[in-house]
C-alpha cells in the first residue's frame, strides 16, 4: 500500500510547519497555494519556499523536537498501519514534502527508509568540519519534485516488487492520478479526514473520513457467540470451521471461538459437545465454552446474539459498558419484544442498549440438519455493508449458502413471524390433515408475514425479502420440521383427544431445554394488531393466537376468516386451558 503524508499520514503539512517554526508561515503558504492552485510549477514553488525558510541543520532538529511523530498523525493511521502490516502488507510513503521531516514519522510507523519516496533538501557543507551548515534548495532530480511524480513512483515500486495489488491512500487530486496511468495502483482509497475535497470522494473507490472503518474492515476479529441452544450450537460449529488454524497474523479471524453456555460449559470444554441441546455433534477444538457472559464478550469484536428472544434484554443489561468499542453484532434470534411505545427487534434492542451495529442472519436453518451439513441457505440483513461482508465470511460454508440482503427487518421479522405460522402447521397435523391444508395455512401466513411487517415498516421492507430463504425457504422448513409444528401437533392432539396439555408442559416434555418461540411471539404480535385495531386484516394471525389461548378450538385454524371476526368476551371461558 501506498500512501501520501499531509493530510493523509499527518494532520498538518510538514513544510508549513517548519515555516511557522521558523517565522515565515503567511509567506510560505501563499507558495503554497499557488503551487495547489496550479499558478505555479511545484518545483518553482518548493524552491522558494526553501529560500524562505532558509534553516539551518541545528534549527531543523530543534523543529523535529518540537513536533514529535505522535503530535502530527491523523487519527487512526497508525492502528491502519499496524493491522496492515500484521497482516504482511508493504507500505511506502510517498510524498511531495521533504525526506528530512518524514524520517521520525516513519521511523514512528515503522516503516524502512528504503520505502518512503520524498523530496531531499541539499545542504552546503563545511569542508573542515565535514557538516552541513545552510539549506541551499532541493534536489530536482527527486521524482516527487514533479507532477506526475507520485504514479511514476509507484511504477518504480513495481517494477522492483511482484505486488499483485497496490492500493493508493491519499486525499488530493494529485493522488488520484495513481491510478489513472497504466502501470499505477489497482485501486485508490479517498481519505478525508483531515481535508476533505469533494471532487476526491467523487471520483474515489472508496472513501472514508475515518480510518477506524478501513480497520474494521481489515481485522483480526475475535468471536464470541451469546448463547448455546441447538442454532447456537451449529452456528458455532460453522463459525469455527472458518477460522480454525487462522493464526493471528495474516489472518481475518482468530482461531477461537468463545460460547457462552450458562450450564453446559464443563461439558462442552471436556467433550466438545453440548450434550443436552446438540448431542453428538463435535463443535470443533478451537471453541472454547464460558460461563459467565461478561467473560466470553470481552475483547471480541463480533458478537453473534442466539438466544431465545425472551432473554436477550436481560443479557443486554448485563452487558452494559462491557462491550468492546467499535464491536459488530448479529442476531440469529427469532422473536421480538413488544414495549409500551411498540414493537422492539432484537436487532433494534441490541443496537439501542449496546449502542453497536446489528445485522441479522434469518433462513430455514433447522439447527440438527445444519449440523449435519445439510446444505441450508440463509440471508444475512444488514445496514452497514462492511458489517454484512464480514458477517458472511464468518458464516459461508460449502453446505451453508449465505446470501446478503440490505432489508434487516424485513427479515427478522419473517423469522419472528413464521413462528406462529408454524403453529397453524402444527395444528393442520394435528388435525391430521393433508399437504393441501397445510399449503393454505403457509400460503396465507406468508401473505400477513409481508402485510404485517410493510405495515409496520412500510418504507424499509421490500417485496422481494419474502422470497428469500428468509421468507418463504424459512416457512415451509419450519412449517415441516420445526419444534413449534410439532408441539403445536402434540397439543391439538392432547386438546382433541379430551385430556389437554398446557404448552409449557408440552414444552418440557418434548423440547427437553430447549424453548417454544411460537406461542409467546403470537401473544406480543397479537398484542401489536390488538393495539392498532388490526385483528380482522390479519385472520391467521388472529385465529391461531385465539386457538393457542384456548378461545377456539385447533379445527378453527383453516377457518381464519370467521375465526378472527369472533367475538371475544372479556370473561369468556377459555376452551383449553394453556
Ligand atoms: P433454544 O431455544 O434451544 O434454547 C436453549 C438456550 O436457551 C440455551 O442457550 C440456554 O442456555 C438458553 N436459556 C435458557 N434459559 C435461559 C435464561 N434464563 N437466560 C438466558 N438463556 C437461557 O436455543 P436455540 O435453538 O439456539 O435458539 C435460539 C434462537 O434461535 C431462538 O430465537 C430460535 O427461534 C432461533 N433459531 C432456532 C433454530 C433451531 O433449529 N433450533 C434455527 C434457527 C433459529
Ligand atoms: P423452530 O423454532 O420451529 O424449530 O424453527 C427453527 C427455525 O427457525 C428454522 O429456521
Known amino acids: ?59 531543523l532538529r530543534a523543529f523535529l523536537k518540537a513536533h514529535p511523530p505522535a503530535s502530527r498523525l491523523a487519527p487512526g493511521v497508525r492502528e491502519l498501519i499496524r493491522t496492515l502490516q500484521k497482516r504482511g502488507v508493504d507500505i511506502y510513503l510517498i510524498s511531495g514534502g521533504f525526506r528530512e521531516i518524514l524520517i521520525p514519522i516513519a521511523s514512528y510507523l515503522g516503516i524502512p ?50 505486488y499483485t495489488t497496490v492500493v493508493m491512500v491519499g486525499d488530493g487530486i494529485t493522488d488520484l492520478e495513481a491510478v489513472q496511468v497504466s502501470g499505477g495502483a489497482d485501486l485508490f482509497i479517498g481519505y478525508g479526514g483531515v481535508v476533505a475535497r469533494p471532487a476526491v470522494a467523487e471520483q474515489a473507490e472508496w472513501y472514508t473520513c475515518d480510518y477506524s472503518s478501513l480497520v474494521f474492515a481489515l481485522s483480526c476479529y475475535k468471536v ?41 460449559h464443563e ?20 471453541v472454547r465454552a464460558v460461563a459467565s457472559v461478561e467473560e466470553a464478550v470481552a475483547d471480541a469484536d463480533l458478537l453473534v446474539f442466539c438466544m431465545p428472544h425472551q432473554y436477550v434484554q436481560r443479557v443486554c ?51 440438527e440438519d445444519v449440523g449435519a451439513e445439510q446444505v441450508s441457505e440463509a440471508v444475512i440483513g444488514y445496514s452497514d455493508l462492511a458489517s454484512g461482508e464480514v458477517f458472511a465470511k464468518l458464516f459461508e460454508r460449502p453446505y451453508f449458502r449465505v ?41 396465507q401466513g406468508l401473505k400477513e408475514m409481508r402485510g404485517f411487517a410493510k405495515a409496520l415498516f412500510p418504507s424499509a421492507v421490500r417485496d422481494d425479502t419474502f422470497l428469500e430463504s428468509c421468507g ?52 406480543e404480535v397479537q398484542e401489536v394488531l390488538a393495539a392498532r385495531n388490526w385483528e380482522q386484516r390479519f385472520p391467521l394471525f388472529t385465529t391461531i393466537n385465539r386457538i393457542v389461548n384456548g378461545h377456539l378450538p385447533p379445527s378453527s385454524v383453516l377457518d381464519y376468516k370467521e375465526g378472527s371476526r369472533a367475538p371475544l368476551v372479556e370473561e369468556e371461558e377459555p376452551l383449553v386451558l394453556p
Not at 480454525?244 to 479471524?253: I, K
Open 1 to 59: 500500500m501506498a500512501s501520501r503524508p499531509p493530510g493523509t499520514i499527518t494532520v498538518n503539512d510538514g513544510l508549513d510547519l517548519l515555516a511557522e517554526f521558523m517565522g515565515c508561515k503567511e509567506e510560505v503558504e501563499e507558495l503554497t497555494n499557488k503551487a495547489m492552485d496550479g499558478v505555479m510549477p511545484l518545483n518553482t514553488s518548493l524552491e522558494e519556499r526553501l529560500n524562505l525558510i532558509n534553516c539551518s541543520p541545528s534549527d
Open 113 to 162: 527508509m528504503s520505502r518512503v519516496f520524498a523530496n531531499r533538501m541539499n545542504w552546503q557543507w563545511d569542508d573542515e568540519t565535514g557538516e552541513p551548515t545552510k539549506l541551499v534548495g532541493f534536489d530536482v532530480s527527486q521524482l516527487t519534485a514533479h507532477n506526475q511524480g507520485k504514479p511514476q513512483a509507484i511504477a518504480r515500486i513495481r517494477e522492483s516488487n511482484p
Open 224 to 264: 464470541a457467540v451469546i448463547g448455546s441452544g441447538a442454532w447456537a450450537c451449529a452456528a458455532t460449529r460453522m463459525i469455527a470451521q472458518n477460522t480454525v488454524g487462522q493464526g493471528e497474523t495474516a489472518s481475518e479471524f482468530a482461531d477461537e471461538v468463545r460460547i457462552w453456555a450458562r450450564s453446559q
Open 267 to 286: 461439558a462442552i470444554n471436556e467433550t466438545g459437545e453440548n450434550p443436552v441441546h446438540f448431542p453428538g455433534i463435535s463443535l470443533g477444538p478451537n
Open 317 to 367: 443489561k448485563q452487558l452494559l459498558g462491557k462491550v468492546k468499542p467499535g464491536a459488530k453484532a448479529i442476531s440469529l434470534t427469532k422473536g421480538m419484544r413488544v414495549t409500551r411505545e411498540g414493537p422492539q427487534l432484537i436487532s433494534q434492542m441490541v443496537r439501542r442498549s449496546l449502542g453497536i451495529d446489528c445485522c441479522v442472519l434469518m433462513g430455514a436453518n433447522i439447527a
Open 403 to 443: 446470501s446478503l440482503l440490505p432489508d434487516p427487518m424485513g427479515a427478522e421479522l419473517c423469522g419472528t413471524l413464521k413462528n406462529i405460522v408454524a403453529l397453524g402447521a402444527g395444528m393442520v397435523d394435528g388435525l391430521d390433515l393433508g399437504p393441501n391444508s397445510k399449503a393454505a395455512i403457509i400460503r
Open 472 to 523: 418463504v425457504g424459512d416457512l415451509v422448513a419450519t412449517c415441516i420440521g420445526g419444534r413449534n409444528r410439532r408441539v403445536a401437533e402434540e397439543w391439538t392432539r392432547a386438546a382433541l383427544s379430551g385430556s389437554p396439555r398446557s404448552w409449557s408442559d408440552l414444552e418440557t416434555d418434548l423440547l427437553k431445554g430447549q424453548k417454544l418461540q411460537g406461542v409467546s411471539t403470537s401473544n
